[in-house]
Every structure is written in structure tokens, then in C-alpha cells.
């Protein structure tokens, strides 16, 4: 499929009448481009470390950014545990800014990232806990403690287009982000003997800016289709007390891929997010209730868009107290990759809520996470083959 920016004509040179050329794609035109150039070391402690601002090399289109996030232990004797939202939470806080210092991805934890990402359907396997480069040491042997992940950062949202990356040339107006480490209270339940070391480094994806022609000087289009379409990521915290709740979300104006809830208690924990959860619970968007799901069938049908079948908070299992509406299943079996069509347009017009009734006692903590997409001139249309 491609958008409808994607076919694009070039001018008849010809004589009058003479159809017009038909302008190959971007990508025959352009080229791949892995750049590593960010890397710091230190070591994890009782304060959080704000590390110094990564600014994306200026080569072309920015596609997506990945961290890499590795921690190593040694001497250990103690029997480390990790808190349930670790090691992720090692990133205290992610930001991914415009060139006009704008927040476009964040400000989230590193947790809330890779929930983010894990549901985004943004490549085959999103789940980083999946990943060979995941680990987590527990225990008392003498590395316990020690932990690596990799977060891919989407900037692009749809790779086959593609869609959303972001025009990077000009050094002197850039790009940034900004992350800060987290403390060993917000990592470890049980921290180990000595603090661990810590290596974070950042590698960005682009796409050089294209030739305008191919390899056979075929002319191309030269730049990504439906330019100008970012993908945004922002969330909301709400106070509620257990029992009835009817309560209008802050919603974000775009059109949405995923709306994502995590219910915590007072002491900010996922451990009774699934018995808390609203069973059932209405998703009401002006007049409409379009989704009124039983806890039970919410779980079913992330199973089916997602294929996370695994055992809760294990690797291919879904995250305690989370669940999530994707807006992303048009296409394909498993959500992502999909042709836009069913995204939910928001406007500030548009009231968004939700209904039900939260299980336990006290206080407890609603976060709503926003992914969405403001279209390209603010015309959906933009977003899709027509």
C-alpha cells in the first residue's frame, strides 16, 4: 500500500498529451544510516544523575533512536531483588524534544517506554524483555545486580513507508534528548553489596536525504511520504479512590494508535492493578460507548492483537495493571503495520472518559498514555492512500 503522498508525478517534458512519469518511491533513492555517537558510564546511587543532552546527528531523516542501558555488578553478597517496574526504571525520566525544545516522546519513565513500545506494534518483536540482550541478575552470587535491556525510541511509526520520520539537517536546529538515571531505591527492592557501574549509550536510525533518483538514475520521490506527521507520546496521572469512578481523560488532540491505562495503589505498585481493575469497564468517547469490556475479555483480546500469552510479568507476558486500546488493527493478525484507518481523531472538542468501579480500599493512581499522531498540515487524509 502507500500513501498518498507516495505516488507522485513528475512533470511532463514531453509533448502534450504524454502521460506523466511516475515517481519511483522514497527508498531507491535514499540509503540506511546506524550511527552510534552517544555514550556515558557512572555509578548508580542514592540521587538521581541527569546525564548531558544527547543532540541526534544531523544526516538526513531521523527515523528512530534506540538506548542501550547496561549496569554491572561485583562483590556482591546480598540477595538482590528488583522493584516490579526494574530494570527499566533505571530510566528515571526520557525525553524526546523538537527543535523548538517541545516535548514529543515523553517525559516517561523507561518503564512506561517499553510498555509503550511492547504494545506500538511498531516492528516484529517489540517486547524487549524478549530480547537476547535483556537480563536481570537476582540472587545473591556476585554479579547480582547486574542488568542490561535495549529500548528502540520510534520516531517513524509505520517502517514500510515510511511514516513519521523527521526532516534532521540543520545542526543549529536540532533535535534533543534529555534522560535521567535512576536512584538504587528506585531499581532495587534489595540493592546489592557494592552500587553497580552503569554504560548508556544511544544509536539513532536515519535515512540520508535522497538523490532523487535510483540506481539506474530512475526518478524518485525525495522525501518521506506524508511529510511533516509526527508521532507523539504524552501521559496524564489522576488520584482516584476505590469504588465508582466516571471520570473524563485529559485527552491529547490527534489521531490516536494506543490509549493505555496502568492502575497503581497509594504506593504507586502494580501489584494489585489486575484484582483493582474495573470489571467491567466503559471507554466512553462523546455520546458513545465503544468499548465496555469485562477485565477478563480485555486480557483476550490484547492476547489476540498482541500475542502476548506468556505469564504475567514474565517475558511475552503481559505487565500487571495494564491494559491497552490499540487503534492499530486494520491491517495485519497482529496489531501494527496497519493502514490507518481505524485511528480514533480526537479534537479538543471531543470529551474522552472512563467508567467503573476500582476493587481494594484508599487511594489509588490512573496514568493515561497517549500515542498519537498529528497529521501533516492537520489532514488526515495525509495519513493515508485516500
Sequence with gaps: MTTSTAAQQAPDKGKAGKAPVMLRPFFPGSLDLETR????????????????????????FLADLFVEFSAVAAGNAAAVAFKEDAPEISIANFQLSDTGGQPILGPMTGWELKTFVKHGGFSFSDDPRQSQTYSAVTG????GGSFSYILHIPVQF????????????NSNSAYAVDMTVGTLTQIYSTAPTNAPTYTVKIWQDSYRQSSGKDAQGNATVTSPPGLGAVLYLRRNTMELAAGNIDEELSQQEGS???????LRDSLD????GDTDWPDPMQVY???DVPYDRTKSRWIRQMERDYGYINTVETPGGRDRGHFVLPFIVDNSLKAGSEDRYRYLSVSAAD????????GGAGTHKLTTMYQFVRPPGGNIKGLTAR
Excluded at 555517537?37 to 538526513?60: E, H, I, R, V
Excluded at 545473591?140 to 554479579?143: K, L, P, V
Excluded at 509505520?158 to 539537517?169: F, I, K
Design 351 to 358: 470529551t474522552l472518559g472512563v467508567r467503573g468501579t476500582i
Design 269 to 272: 505498585s502494580r501489584a494489585t
Design 158 to 169: 509505520v517502517r514500510r513507508e515510511p511514516l513519521g520520520p523527521l526532516p534532521n539537517t
Design 285 to 287: 468517547f462523546n455520546n
Design 37 to 60: 555517537t552517544y555514550q556515558k558510564t557512572g555509578t548508580l546511587s542514592a540521587s538521581q544523575t541527569p546525564l548531558d543532552t544527547f543532540y541526534p546527528k544531523t544526516n538526513g
Design 256 to 262: 490516536y494508535r494506543t490509549l493505555h491505562f496502568v
Design 140 to 143: 545473591g552470587g556476585a554479579t
